[in-house]
Structure formats: C-alpha cells, structure tokens
C-alpha cells in the first residue's frame, strides 16, 4: 500500500483518548476523492512513526501531558505541524499546478488562449469540431469593456454562426448559416437523456447512464444545427480533485424566442469517473441558454419578459450584434473529477431547429483545483 501525508495545522489542544480514538482523531485529517470510500484504510502503517512521538503512556502522571491512569494523552502545541498518515487513493494535499498565461502572441492557439497546454504544465489532447468560422479569440466585447479576458489577453469564442460578425450592429450580423455542420443529434459522449428522478450527485450508481445534471432533456426540443465544439481530453494532475472554466453566453433569439423551448443552447459534458453530463446550468436546473436565470444583460422591450414591460436596457452589448438581444455576465463552471483519471471535457453550442438567430459563448480561464466534493455548480463572477 502506498501512503501518502496530509498535515494538520491546530491551535494548542488536549485529548484523552484510547488508543483507537486517538487515530480516528488523526484520520479525519484526510479527504477522500469522489467515488473512494476508502477513507478509513491505511490509517495502520506507520503508527510508530507518525504518532508515538506524540503520546505518553507511562503510568505515573509527570504534570505535563501525560496520564496516571494509563490513557493516551495528545498535546500539540500552537503553530506546530504533524504528518498523519493516508490510506491508498485518499486525496490528502492539495497541489495546484503552476499556471502562467501564454495567449499574448499574436498567432496564439486555441487551447492556449482558454488556459491551457502552457509550456512546462500539464498538457491535455485538444481538437474542434464545427465550421472554422465559428471559432475565434477576442480581447474584448462591446463599448464598455465588460467582457475583458479572465486569464492572459485573450478567451475563445466559440458560436453557432460566424464569430466574425459579433462586431456587426446593423442588424445583420450574428444570425448566418453555417453551412454542413448539423449533426441533428448531439455528438457522443454527449446524450440528450436525463438519469431520472435522480442527478449522480445524490445517487453515483447512474454515472454512465446518461445525464447526470438532468438538465438537457427537457430543453432538447428540436435538431442540433450549427454545432460547434472544444474538446479536451487528458489526466487529471494526482495533486487535484476539481477544475473550472469561466464563460459568457449571448444569443440572437432573445427576445423572439425567450422562454420558449425552442432557443439555442450551451453545453459542458462532462466524462468522468465521477461524473457524466452536463456541468454548466443554473440553480433551477437549466442549461446556458436564453432560460438560465444568468441573463443579466437584456436590451429589448418585449412583451414576453416579464421583466422588461418598461423596457431594458444594456448598454454592456451597443456596439455589438447583440444589442437588442441578450447575454450573461461572466460565470464560472466548478466539476469535480478524480486524481490521476482521464477524463473528456466538450464544450459545445448550437442552434436548436434552425440555422440562423445565432448564439455565442466566450470560454476562458481553465483551472485546476481542489473543490471535488461539491457537485458540479455554475455561479456569476462579481
């Protein structure tokens, strides 16, 4: 069995405790990774080394830290450390690789542009699927500067229509077919199947079975058209339990199509040990589109939002093909997945039913981390 160390770091405490208590007081100094119930073995080995340093068992009491009655007495002072041993694949330090942005040349890659494949850093297998012309990088978006890159000098782009028309305010920009590039389903591993009454989260034996958000399916309401995708496969750094990804979303079909269930959609699938799914959706459980709860920037007056009857304004999109339509703010995806696992990202967005009424999401800041045990999230950035 292999051990591993964590510390603990505590103020000035005492304890009486049988022996057995004593190393449950020790194991709980430890994480276990998502899917290891394996929190408890490997406690054993290296007891001697680990602990007796710690612990008097003589019989007569000397006043300072040790028992007239035979029992085991732990006294750690303040600001001192002590290693405790870890059972085979328990996740006990976190080690966030050194990340340092690459993206400020001018010919910068795509993978390079979202955070990662940086040179000396853990590297991950990257393609794309979809029309060129609906991948890019930008630096920047609209007159007020609201959307600056949140990593390095640049974030991806990634859309449903031509990236290249986002700058276009006449109206008619940002709502073009993009040719063969309708697969009508969604791509494997992606399903548009929910897991059930259920997420994985509150039940991990219905990973694999589908969706484990349970977010798509009620909003797949038609054929995928226009799609366009990232992907990213590699092995998760042992010194990490989680990573996340910040992005933006802006559809064309705001207001004609809002709640609606026919309006374009976002997707981040998920293929993990730990999960298997969509990991970018709001707090009511639906996916980035025109009906996540994230809309924050809305530039119409339209009679069926109910939020805007006296007219909404954002000025965040003049300038843009998307003033009189809508976006989000920045927001950031958080998933867990295991150490040392490999594990597939998609990153996906189309039209739903159509070719035209485009939509976008900006991508940016990949990072590694150590937030495996809360269930995938999707949160704004303030």
Known sequence: MTLGFCRLYSARFTAIATLSGALGLFATGCKTPPGDDSADEGIDSGIDSGIDSGIDTNDDTTGDGDSADGELKLDIEENET????????????????????????????????????????????????????GIGTRSSFGNLGAF?????????????????????????????????????????????????????????????????????ESQLAGSV????????????????????????????????????VYNDMYIGWLESEVWTGNISFDNEG???????????????????????????????????????????????????????????LVLGIFDMSDSILDSYAFLDNFEWGCDGEEPPSTTPIE
Not at 90 to 101: A, G, K, L
Not at 116 to 124: A, F, R
Not at 156 to 176: A, K, M
Not at 227 to 237: A, D, F, N
Request: charged share 15%; proline share 9%.
């Open 82 to 133: 002590d290693t405790v041993p870890c059972g085979e694949g328990e996740f006990c330090d976190c080690e966030i690789p050194t990340h340092t942005p690459c993206d400020n040349t001018g010919n910068t890659p795509i993978v390079q542009a979202l955070g990662l494949n940086c040179p000396g850093e853990p590297t991950v297998t990257f393609t794309t699927s979809g029309a060129a012309a």
């Open 225 to 260: 058209n226009d799609y366009t995708e990232l992907r990213i496969t590699g092995t998760v750094p042992l010194g990490v339990n989680s990573f996340s990804y910040d992005l933006a979303y802006f559809s064309f079909e705001y207001p004609d199509y809002y709640l609606s």
């Open 148 to 216: 600056p890159p949140q990593e390095g000098g640049k974030y991806v782009v990634i859309g449903s229509g031509r990236v290249d028309e986002l700058d276009d305010n006449t109206g008619f920009g940002c709502s073009s077919d993009l040719g063969a590039y309708d697969p009508i389903t969604l791509p494997a591993p992606m399903v548009g199947t929910d897991v059930g009454a259920q997420t994985c989260t509150e039940n991990p034996g219905l990973i694999g079975m589908g969706d484990c958000s349970n977010t798509i």
């Open 286 to 344: 639906a996916p980035i589109s025109l009906n996540a709860g994230f809309l924050d920037y809305r530039d119409a007056n339209p009679l069926n939002d109910p939020e805007c009857q006296g007219g909404c304004s954002a000025p965040e999109l003049h300038g843009t093909c998307m003033e009189g339509h809508a976006g989000t703010k920045w927001l950031k995806t958080n998933a867990g997945v295991k150490p040392g696992e490999t594990f597939t």
